[in-house]
C-alpha cells in the first residue's frame, strides 16, 4: 500500500527530495533509477544475519528507510510502491533470472521485474519502460521496452521477446555480467507470487544467496561486487581484492556499499565474520 509510505523519507534517501509533487516523467525516472542504483545496493545481509524477512514492500520500504537494500523482490518492490505514490504507472512482472546456459531459460518466478507506461521519450515513443533495481550488477537507468541493443557506461545490453515466455521480453545480460539473462511475462502479477521462491532463496543450502553473501553497487562506470571476502571493481577495467582481515571486511563494506551495520550488535558482526571465513575455505570446493 502506498497511503502509508513515507515519501518524503524514501526521496531524502536517495537525496531527491525536489522530486516531491513532482509530475511523472522520463528525466524523473531516470534520476530515481539511478539515485536508487547507486545509493540502495543489491544485498542479501538479512539471511547471513538470521533475520527473516518477507516480500511485503511496506517491509522492504523501511529497511531501505534504515539505510539497507535487499534483493530484487524487496529493491523492485519498494521502488514500485515509491514510483506508484509519486504516480507513475508501474505494473510488476513475473520473471526469472538465468544464471548460465546450463539452465533453461524463462519466468521462474527467482526474479521480480517492473515496467512503467505511459511516458513518451526518447527511444520510447510509446511510453514503455524496463525498470529493474534488482539485477544487481545489471541497469543503471530505465530501458525503452522495445527490441534493441543497448549500452549504459562499459556494459552492453540487448532486449527481445522472448522465446519462451508468450507475449513476455528477454533480456541479455553483458558477457561480462553476474548472469546469462532474464525472462519476465507480459501480464501483471501480485507480490504473493513470489512468496515460495523467497523463502527458498532465504533457507535453503542450495541457495546462491545461502551459500556466498553478495553485496553489489551499480553506478555510471561500472559497477562493485562484494561477494564473500571478495571484492571486484567491473568496468572499462577491473580489480579484485581479497577481504581476509576483519576491520577491511567491515570497512569496505561502509565506504563502497554504505552499508554501517549499525544495528548489528558486537556478537552477531563476530558471528557473521565467522561464518564468511568458513564459507570463504569452502568456496574452492563448492565451486567445482
Do not use: K
Not at 537494500?69 to 505494473?91: D, E, P
Not at 541457495?207 to 571493481?233: E, P
Amino acid at each position: 500500500m502506498t497511503d502509508s509510505l513515507d515519501t518524503t523519507g524514501y526521496l531524502r534517501r536517495l537525496r531527491l527530495p525536489h522530486l516531491a509533487g513532482e509530475r511523472p516523467s522520463v528525466a524523473g525516472l531516470r534520476a530515481l533509477h539511478r539515485a536508487h542504483a547507486e545509493l540502495v545496493p543489491y544485498e542479501c545481509l538479512e539471511i547471513w544475519l538470521g533475520r527473516p524477512t518477507t516480500v511485503e514492500p511496506a517491509e522492504s520500504t523501511r529497511r531501505i528507510l534504515s539505510g539497507r537494500g535487499g534483493y530484487c523482490f524487496h529493491l523492485n518492490g519498494a521502488f514500485s510502491a515509491l514510483l506508484t505514490a509519486l504516480g507513475y504507472r508501474v505494473t510488476r512482472h513475473f520473471g526469472g533470472v538465468q544464471n548460465n546456459a546450463a539452465r533453461p531459460a524463462g519466468a521462474t518466478g527467482n526474479h521480480l521485474v517492473l515496467t512503467v507506461s505511459g511516458l513518451p521519450g526518447d527511444g520510447a515513443p510509446e511510453g514503455e519502460w524496463l525498470v529493474d533495481l534488482g539485477m544487481g550488477d545489471g541497469l543503471h537507468e530505465p530501458l525503452p521496452l522495445r527490441p534493441g541493443e543497448f549500452r549504459q557506461g562499459p556494459f552492453s545490453y540487448a532486449l527481445r521477446p522472448s522465446e519462451a515466455e508468450p507475449d513476455g521480453w528477454r533480456f541479455d545480460h553483458d558477457p561480462r555480467g553476474s548472469f546469462l539473462g532474464m525472462d519476465f511475462r507480459g501480464e501483471e502479477t501480485g507480490m504473493s507470487a513470489f512468496e515460495g521462491m523467497h523463502a527458498f532463496l532465504s533457507n535453503d543450502p542450495e541457495s546462491g544467496f545461502v551459500r556466498a553473501l553478495a553485496v553489489i553497487r551499480r553506478d555510471a562506470t561500472g559497477c562493485d561486487i562484494l561477494r564473500g571476502l571478495t571484492l571486484t571493481r567491473l568496468g572499462d577495467t577491473g580489480t579484485t581484492t581479497v577481504l581476509d582481515r576483519e576491520p577491511d571486511w567491515f570497512a569496505a563494506l561502509a565506504d563502497v556499499f554504505g552499508l554501517t551495520l549499525d544495528d548489528v550488535t558486537p556478537a552477531e558482526r563476530r558471528d557473521l565474520w565467522r561464518r564468511l571465513t568458513e564459507a570463504h575455505e569452502r568456496w574452492p570446493a563448492q565451486a567445482t
